[in-house]
């Protein structure tokens, strides 16, 4: 098939992604990467699913099949962020018909849907050899955003050396639950000095639900909870092909603070991560954000070899 014409671009059709496109999607993506991706696809199917509103999914048609697919969903309060943001999570052109502009007329339907519902940034992640995404988002007009992403290599944590450190644990790390959602709240309230109840409540169900794995966890102290973290497991959004953890959200009630508990945190979840056979943890922070950044970079994070871009709609 070939779309090096004007004309037979035209005949390409976009609209909205459905579950009879679900194995058409696979084996495109599978062409495209080389990787079988079907876990990730089939775990984005059953988000939007659940959750139409916040997912924006399309594709490009021919009479004789999917051209193309582009996977999106409403993000807001992740890393940070204050505002809602449309988060660009994977974008696929057969290769057979690429330079024709489908990329980006799928963008260009994309960004309306996102203006639609009042969303005015839409973001995503490049590996940066991905030299044929970079040179695409830089010809649709994404620059680089005010972040830094950050990983850390799932292994296993070394026992603490000292009384005094393992004093410092936390008395509990327990996994997430529904039910801790009005004290999460309340601690991201302290710390924040914000309402963020609905994001967190949104951002709940999605750990919970939308996650390839459930790992996020909360700490307690005397059966309150005094610390969490929210982690989303996925095999394939920003076109990752192995399994990885993002650390979306993360707080610790001020009451207690420099007790270990952020730390007691991560050193759990990196220990199930590892058993799980996710290979890498990753998160996102502000280039002003210092105290987050040293207590990531002491915990054994480093920079990324992907890069964040952002675009106004």
């Known amino acids: 098939m070939s779309l090096s014409t004007q004309e037979s671009a035209v005949d390409v059709t976009i609209r909205p992604l459905t579950e009879k496109d679900f194995e058409a999607v696979v084996a495109l993506d599978k062409r ?7 876990g990730y696809f089939e775990q984005r199917l059953k988000a939007a699913l659940r959750q139409p509103k916040r997912h924006m999914q399309l594709a490009a048609a021919t009479k004789n099949g999917l051209v193309g697919f582009v996977l999106a969903r409403a993000a807001g309060g992740e890393y940070g962020r204050q505002e809602e943001v449309l988060a660009l999570e994977s974008l696929g052109v057969d290769p057979d018909v690429q330079h024709a502009g489908l990329g980006r007329r799928m963008m260009t339907e994309l960004e309306a849907l996102g203006r639609a519902r009042g969303i005015g940034n839409i973001v995503t992640q490049v590996e940066w050899r991905d030299h044929r995404m970079i040179h695409f988002l830089d010809g649709a007009k994404f620059t680089l955003a005010p972040l830094q992403i ?16 393992i004093e410092k644990q936390p008395p509990l790390v327990r996994h997430l639950r529904e039910g801790d959602l009005e004290m999460v709240s309340r601690i991201d309230r302290l710390v924040t000095g914000r309402d963020r109840s609905e994001y967190l409540k949104r951002k709940v169900d999605e750990v919970l639900h939308e996650s390839a794995i459930a790992v996020s966890l909360v700490a307690e102290d005397d059966g309150f909870v005094v610390g969490f973290a929210m982690v989303r497991v996925d095999f394939g959004n920003y076109g990752h092909v192995e399994a990885t953890a993002s650390l979306d959200t993360i707080g610790v009630n001020p009451g207690f603070s420099h007790k ?12 199930n ?3 799980l056979h996710v290979e890498r943890l990753e998160t996102e922070v502000a280039r002003d954000n210092f105290e987050l950044l040293r207590f990531l970079y002491r915990f054994g994070f480093g920079p990324s070899q992907r890069l964040p871009f952002t675009r106004k709609l």
């Open 32 to 38: 495209i990467t080389g990787t079988m991706r079907r």
């Open 150 to 165: 950050l990983e850390r290599r799932v292994h296993r944590m070394p026992l603490p050396e000292t009384d005094e450190e």
């Open 273 to 275: 991560l590892s058993a």
């Open 260 to 271: 270990g508990i952020a730390r007691g945190i991560l050193t759990q979840m990196i220990d």
